[in-house]
Nanobody, 126 residues
Framework: QVQLVESGGGLVQTGGSLRLSCRVSRGTFSSYVMGWFRQAPGKEREFVAAIKWSGDLTYYADSVKGRFTISRDNGENTAFLLMNSLKPEDTAVYYC???????????????????WGQGTQVTVSS
């Protein structure tokens, strides 16, 4: 069974940076679109970013565009989310997901991803 394990979350001050990692075991990593989603307390899960299996196309939510960068290393079966210029409103549990959504129309839809990690907490203090 495909398993996703996130790491890299933590506490950071406003303006700081964090890099999240998502390692995928089993399955054919290079065939998946990898996505990052987040969920803040009392809010619905929202799309953050996605990267196509080839790594050459990315897609971002407007709220993180220009601050976050998604990437992947197919040789290491790992996806990354580099988060710069963090704001308190970025505080959430961040989840990585693997799936095969239609690119890019469906890349932001959480129900297009069949595999999810357990989540990692990111807290940005003001």
């Amino acid at each position: 069974q495909v398993q996703l394990v996130e790491s890299g979350g933590g506490l950071v001050q406003t303006g700081g940076s964090l890099r999240l990692s998502c390692r995928v075991s089993r399955g054919t990593f290079s065939s998946y679109v990898m996505g990052w989603f987040r969920q803040a307390p009392g809010k619905e899960r929202e799309f953050v970013a996605a990267i196509k299996w080839s790594g050459d196309l990315t897609y971002y939510a407007d709220s993180v565009k220009g601050r976050f960068t998604i990437s992947r290393d197919n040789g290491e079966n790992t996806a990354f989310l580099l988060m710069n210029s963090l704001k308190p409103e970025d505080t959430a549990v961040y989840y990585c997901a693997a799936g095969r959504p239609v690119w890019s129309d469906n890349a932001m839809m959480s129900n297009e991803y069949g595999r999810w990690g357990q989540g990692t907490q990111v807290t940005v203090s003001s």
